[in-house]
């Protein structure tokens, strides 16, 4: 294990720490016991997914070091012209499907609402001009 290793591991289980400490008082302390769990319930999502990130970004440099001492460190996409037709369909119908499940699900349809669906198009627009703008002919 090298010193950037030991150095993300180190922030790895700080942050962890941190949250395990905080939730520990919030949730011993009577006079902070419903803010947390108003806090535990809108922050299930982040660390659900902020949990599963570190896990892939942990293989993923793992992976990356095993490709660099083979030497290879590219990858290749082959994609066609109904690959990127499908990306861009799904590009335009993920905030419409946002906005429909929003719509079906009774409440009112509010600027948040709208903005992840704008946020949800952007990212995935720039990722699609980015993927395919590396084209070699």
């Known amino acids: 294990m ?7 591991d180190f922030i790895y289980y700080t942050v962890v720490l941190i949250i395990i400490l905080g939730a520990l008082f919030l949730f011993l302390n009577p006079n902070y016991f419903k803010a947390f769990s108003t806090f535990i319930k809108a922050m ?46 799904l590009t335009f119908l993920l905030p419409m499907s946002i906005s429909v499940i929003v719509m079906l ?26 993927l395919f703008s590396h084209r070699v002919d």
């Open 44 to 89: 299930a999502p982040v660390f659900f997914f902020a949990g599963f990130l570190m896990m892939k970004l942990r293989w993923m440099r793992k992976e990356y070091k095993k490709k660099k001492e083979e030497g290879s460190t590219e990858v290749l996409l082959r994609l066609s012209y109904f690959d990127k037709f499908t990306t861009e369909v």
């Open 2 to 8: 090298n010193a950037k290793d030991m150095v993300l």
């Open 105 to 130: 699900s009774g409440r009112e349809y509010t600027a948040i609402d709208f903005i992840q669906a704008g946020l949800a198009f952007v990212i995935l627009y720039l990722w699609n001009k980015t």
